[in-house]
């Protein structure tokens, strides 16, 4: 088709391209107007897709969107939905393609923020998905609780918190009042926990001497604070704190035990030594005089023993092998050992039992039960019976013994004491029931037929006769007895 010759000039006479001149807008400020102006043309589109009522919507399975029986297989399904995932439901893996969504919302309604009914989507219209959840924004906490951080506490309300367990803050009491009010209140609380954490708090805050003072008047919580810094083991500051109050008896007890942690038993006594000078109790001194005099003669007997043990020459270092060093042992433990290898040694000597005995005042039954059990772990027997042998002014001897002669066999028959030796002080025993009783345990014959016969007991010693082996002495002794006509049975 031919143009005109006027539609040829204009064409050939305009152009896309403007030239520039200043009264040109700026080209940013255009490119937001370009920007607009394909907003609105989707609008444009968008509003077209509204005039679809004429194309009917229909679900998966063939039934029209809307209609009676698509709502009411929805509800079933749904229902159905929310009886087996009442949490958030799982999507499995293998299952098939996702089914499409049946909501009533169409691409117009995601531009324009209505739903197909033409209102705006709200909260109350959110889709009934049980997977679909809201959350409300939190909210800040109240003022309330923070003010167990900020606010300003009473002392009395301080330890009140202080007893539920809560944070507080002390640093806010700087003054002396408050701060002594504080430990009154503590302490009428009766809370060692909270007693003690102010404690530690005034420890830090005050000085020593003021702290010393207040604390003079205050004996529970005084108390408090010596029991903490002796858990601590804070030495320096518990024996300026016994020196301030005037207790040197408890100083003295304090740098006594130091000599626990001695390792070495030269350093140790010299050390106890020199605590003699200490400013002890009578009582107390008299027992820091007995360690220092026993670790002395413990150092002197373990070195001669070490000798001799090394040397080889000592019979009964060769036979019982010492098991043990004797060094800071316990005196009746000493004593033990010196009657078990140094008996028959003269009283001059510092391991002779005797001298032992006289030095540190054992009784006389602590001493007579170390050394039975010493001698009769060695089987000694002549030993033991020499420890009850007494003579009285006549020169008559006779069994004696500060134990009970019950007691004597217990002993005698835990170190395997043979019966001729056990049936000698089992007859020493006074009464008759318990004699019989402990002769028939360690099956001393003997003393049973004669504690029977004692007793004029025929029935008693015929029933122990069917006891006894059949042609044995004790039989033919009890037969002897039985025919004996000088005896008046009683049954």
């Known amino acids: ?218 004996q529970t919580a005084l108390r408090h604070l010596i029991h903490y810094l002796t858990e601590t083991r804070d030495q320096r500051l518990l024996l300026e704190l016994l020196r301030a109050l005037g207790r040197m008896e408890d100083v003295a007890l304090l740098q006594y035990k130091e000599h626990l942690s001695i390792a070495d038993e030269n350093r140790r006594r010299d050390f106890l030594k020199n605590c003699l000078s200490l400013p002890f109790s009578p009582e107390d001194s008299a027992h820091v005089q007995d360690h220092y005099t026993l670790l002395e003669r413990q150092v002197i007997i373990e070195t001669t023993d070490r000798q001799a043990e090394r040397g080889g020459k000592v019979e009964v270092f060769q036979k019982f092998p010492r098991k043990a060093s004797i060094l800071n042992m316990p005196m009746i433990t000493t004593l033990y050992y010196c009657c078990f290898y140094h008996y028959t040694e003269s009283e001059g000597t510092f391991s002779c039992p005797l001298n032992i005995r006289q030095t540190f005042k054992i009784s006389e039954k602590q001493y007579f039960v170390t050394a039975l059990a010493a001698r009769a772990k060695l089987k000694a027997w002549s030993d033991v019976d020499a420890l009850f042998t007494s003579r009285n002014w006549l020169g008559f001897t006779r069994k004696k013994s500060p134990l009970s002669f019950q007691r004597v066999v217990d002993i005698l028959q835990k170190n395997s004491a043979p019966t001729q030796v056990l049936q000698n002080y089992v007859a020493l025993v006074d009464d008759a029931e318990l004699r019989i009783s402990l002769a028939q345990k360690h099956k001393c014959h003997d003393i049973v037929i004669n504690t029977y016969r004692d007793l004029k007991d025929r029935q008693q010693l015929l029933g122990y006769q069917v006891k006894l082996k059949r042609g044995s002495a004790e039989e033919r002794k009890i037969d002897e007895l039985l025919n004996n006509p000088q005896i008046r049975w009683k049954n």
Do not use: C
């Open 1 to 218: 088709m031919m143009k005109s010759k006027a539609d040829e000039e204009d064409y050939w006479n305009s152009s896309k391209f403007k030239a520039f001149t200043f009264d040109d807008e700026d080209d940013e400020f255009s490119r937001l107007k370009e920007s607009k102006r394909a907003v609105n043309s989707i609008r444009y589109l968008v509003e077209e897709d509204d005039d679809e009522e004429e194309v009917e919507k229909v679900s998966w399975s063939g039934e029209p969107v809307g209609s009676i029986s698509w709502s009411v297989s929805e509800t079933a399904a749904s229902n159905q939905k929310a009886d087996r995932e009442p949490a958030f439901p799982k999507v499995s893996a293998d299952s098939g393609p996702m089914s499409r969504s049946h909501s009533g919302y169409s691409l117009s309604s995601l531009f324009k923020g209505k739903t197909k009914g033409g209102n705006f989507q709200s909260l109350a219209d959110s889709p009934s998905d049980p997977s679909v959840r809201l959350y409300a924004p939190e909210l800040r906490k109240p003022k309330s609780e923070y003010k167990d951080y900020v606010s300003d506490w009473s002392p009395e309300e301080t330890v009140q918190r202080m007893q539920q367990g809560k944070v507080v803050s002390l640093e806010k009491f700087r003054s002396l009042q408050d701060k002594l009010l504080l430990l009154d209140y503590a302490v009428n609380a009766h809370d060692g926990n909270v007693i003690t954490a102010v404690l530690i708090y005034l420890k830090r805050t005050l000085s020593k001497e003021v702290l010393f003072r207040e604390l003079e008047s205050r």
